[in-house]
C-alpha cells in the first residue's frame, strides 16, 4: 500500500486532508500495520462509490454536503456486493473516523454519518481452547517434524511466545511488540509491562514458567543484543512477524488435531476463560486483559454458561437422546 493517497477524481485537497489522517491514525492511535491497510482500503472503496455517486470529481466541498441518505446509499451499495453486516460496520467506522478528524482539525463540518444506524451484528462467543488443548500446545510449539536442525534459540523462542499468549493472555502484537529492556529476568520481577491498544500500558503478572522460558530464550539469543533490540526475532534478526506465530500454530492444530478456532489469539481467549472458571472477578479479568470496557470482557460469561448448558443437555437424565438410551439400556 502506498504512504499516500492518489485516487484518479480526487482533488489534491482531499488527498493532503486524506493523508493527515492517515498519518494522526498511524502516529497518535499507534494502530498496527494492517489496520492501516484496512483504512486505507475503506476510504478507498468510499471515495470510488462517491466519484460515481456524484457523478464527477471530489472536492472538500462535495464531502461536507453530503447526507445521510449518500452514507446509505453506500451501505447499500456495499450489501448489494455481498459485504456481510461486519464488514459494511468495520467500513462505516473508518468513515466516521475521517469525518470527526477532518471536523477536529476544522477541514469540513458534516455530522451525518453519525445520524446512521450501524448493522446490527450479531454478539460472538469467544472460542477458548480446553485446559488439556492449552496444556498440549504449550508443550509442542516445535513438533514440527518438517524443519530438521532447528536452532535451539528457535525452539526456545516459539515456547516462550505462546507462554507469553496463555501464560499472559497477552494479544499477538502487545508479545511480538515487547523488547530485550521489557523482560522480565530477575526472580523478584513478577509482572510485565505491555503496550495494549490505543498505547496504553498495564501491568501484567507473569509466571515463574513464563519468566524461566523467556531467561532460557535469552541466554540462547542468536547475536550480541542491546536493551532496545526486539525480544523475539526471525531467523534474518528482524523483529518476529506475526505470520511466524500462525503458521506455527497452524502447524500444531493439524497435529494436535485441535478445532478450526486454534488460533493464536485463542489463547488469550483460553486465559481468560479459564481464569473465569477459577473464580477470578470480571473486574481483574478486565484490568489483565487490558478491556477498556468491562461489557467486552463480560462475553467470556457467555463462553461459560453455553459450556454448562452443554454439559447439562449432555447429562442430565432427562435429556432425550439419554432418556431413550436408558430406556434401550434396560428393555
Given at each position: ?6 485516487i ?5 485537497e ?8 492517515i498519518?494522526?491514525i498511524?502516529?497518535?492511535?499507534r ?6 491497510d484496512?483504512?486505507y482500503?475503506?476510504?478507498d ?18 464531502l461536507e454536503?453530503l447526507v445521510a441518505?449518500?452514507?446509505r ?8 456486493d ?5 464488514t ?5 467506522s ?5 469525518f ?12 451525518a454519518v ?20 492449552a ?5 509442542n510449539?516445535n513438533?514440527?517434524?518438517?524443519l530438521?536442525?532447528?536452532?535451539d534459540?528457535?525452539?526456545?523462542r516459539?515456547?516462550?511466545v505462546?507462554?507469553l499468549?496463555?501464560?499472559?493472555g ?16 530477575e526472580?523478584?520481577q513478577?509482572?510485565i509491562r ?5 498505547n ?16 532460557k530464550?535469552l541466554?540462547?539469543y ?9 525480544l ?33 489469539h485463542?489463547?488469550?481467549h483460553?486465559y481468560?476463560?479459564?481464569?473465569l472458571?477459577?473464580?477470578v472477578d470480571l473486574?481483574?479479568?478486565q ?13 467470556y460469561?457467555?463462553v461459560n ?5 452443554d454439559v447439562?443437555?449432555?447429562a442430565h437424565?432427562r435429556?432425550k437422546?439419554n432418556?431413550?438410551?436408558?430406556v434401550?439400556?434396560?428393555?
Amino acid at each position: 500500500m502506498n504512504n499516500t493517497y492518489e485516487i484518479d477524481l480526487v482533488k489534491e485537497e482531499i488527498n493532503h486532508a486524506l493523508n493527515s489522517w492517515i498519518e494522526f491514525i498511524k502516529n497518535e492511535k499507534r494502530v498496527s500495520p494492517n489496520t492501516i491497510d484496512a483504512y486505507y482500503r475503506d476510504i478507498d472503496a468510499f471515495m470510488i462509490f462517491l466519484i460515481d455517486h456524484i457523478g464527477g470529481p471530489l472536492s472538500i466541498k462535495n464531502l461536507e454536503s453530503l447526507v445521510a441518505a449518500d452514507f446509505r446509499a453506500f451501505m447499500a451499495k456495499k450489501r448489494r456486493d455481498g459485504n456481510c453486516s461486519k464488514t459494511i460496520a468495520r467500513l462505516m467506522s473508518s468513515i466516521r473516523s475521517l469525518f470527526e478528524y477532518l471536523d477536529r482539525i476544522d477541514i469540513l463540518k458534516n455530522n451525518a454519518v453519525n445520524h446512521i444506524r450501524m448493522p446490527k451484528l450479531p454478539q460472538s462467543i469467544p472460542k477458548p481452547l480446553s485446559l488439556e488443548q492449552a496444556k498440549d500446545v504449550i508443550s509442542n510449539t516445535n513438533d514440527d517434524k518438517t524443519l530438521k536442525n532447528k536452532p535451539d534459540w528457535v525452539e526456545a523462542r516459539n515456547t516462550s511466545v505462546f507462554l507469553l499468549l496463555y501464560g499472559c493472555g497477552l494479544r499477538v502484537s502487545e508479545a511480538l511488540e515487547l523488547d530485550i529492556k521489557d523482560a522480565p529476568l530477575e526472580d523478584w520481577q513478577d509482572t510485565i509491562r505491555v503496550r495494549g491498544k490505543g498505547n496504553k500500558y498495564r501491568e501484567v503478572p507473569i509466571l515463574p514458567d513464563v519468566r524461566e522460558g523467556i531467561k532460557k530464550y535469552l541466554e540462547l539469543y542468536p547475536k550480541k543484543y542491546s536493551l532496545k533490540d526486539p525480544l523475539f526475532i526471525g531467523i534474518k534478526g528482524e523483529r518476529l512477524s506475526p505470520r511466524i506465530v500462525q503458521i506455527i500454530m497452524q502447524k500444531m492444530r493439524n497435529n494436535l488435531n485441535l478445532p478450526k478456532n486454534a488460533t493464536p489469539h485463542s489463547l488469550r481467549h483460553s486465559y481468560a476463560t479459564h481464569l473465569l472458571q477459577a473464580g477470578v472477578d470480571l473486574r481483574s479479568i478486565q484490568e489483565l486483559l487490558g478491556h477498556a470496557s468491562l461489557s467486552t470482557t463480560q462475553m467470556y460469561t457467555k463462553v461459560n454458561q453455553t459450556e454448562l448448558l452443554d454439559v447439562h443437555k449432555k447429562a442430565h437424565p432427562r435429556n432425550k437422546a439419554n432418556h431413550l438410551k436408558l430406556v434401550s439400556d434396560n428393555s
